[in-house]
């Protein structure tokens, strides 16, 4: 729950970013494709938009790639987007490692493939100790599971006498989250024209900014990225309090 940006730097640029990537399907529709071809097509938009993020100093970048309810896609579709993970990670590790990116990743880890828990361990082994910027992958990821597991978490603390029912508080259950150690999202960004938030880092976004932009996730760039930066500078974010110029 650490608010990233402190009063005077808030309209600088975001520490970190989340993105919705969504409208694969579409992209891929709309040019008579299988679906498939949007998913992969998704992957190098993904791919720019981490090196983009990089240049434009953005610390954390969180990528909503598998949620808690694309289980019910049909199992050729949950195929396709295990073995782009297992790719993305076979191939583009080692560049990120060298980039001095460090990954993470968030979600449940339960029901997943045994070789993909491995290759999204390995993944965070290997580059714990980077720090030019924070890459987060949240896979098999659910706001509502993750706060229930928190739940679960801290009642299980309580039961072994590790924590007071007192002491339960928003920074305790923050620091029990998946995301204990990243900073709140400072922009959360959904593609495709959607504006929902679809079960995405819930309990995270209580004064994150949400960017909606029209464009599908494979054609997201650079260029958009810097526009959403824009768009955030425009905000103006005062966390419950006053906006600056009325506060005297
Ligand atoms: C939403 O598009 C996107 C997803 C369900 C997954 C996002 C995945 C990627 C960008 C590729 C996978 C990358 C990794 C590293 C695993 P949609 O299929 O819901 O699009 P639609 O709403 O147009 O149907």
Known sequence: MKQSSKADDVYATPRHV??????????????????????????DALKKTVRAAREFGIEYLTLFSFSSENWSRPEGEINELFALLRLFIRRDLAE????NVCVRIIG??????SDVLNLLVEAEILTQNNNAQTLVIAFNYGARDEIARTVKLIASKVVNDEITLDEIDPQIISDHMDTHD???????????????????????AAYSELVFVDCLWPEFGKTDLSDCLVEYRNRSRTFGGLVKDTAS
């Open 182 to 204: 990243i900073p709140d999202p400072d922009m959360i960004i959904r593609t495709s024209g959607e504006k929902r938030l679809s079960n995405f880092l819930m309990w995270q």
């Open 96 to 99: 990120l490692h060298n980039n």
């Open 108 to 113: 449940s880890r339960e029901g997943l493939p």
């Open 18 to 43: 989340a993105i919705i990537m969504d409208g694969n399907g579409r992209w891929a529709q709309r040019r008579m494709l299988p679906r498939s071809h949007g998913h992969k097509a998704g992957v």
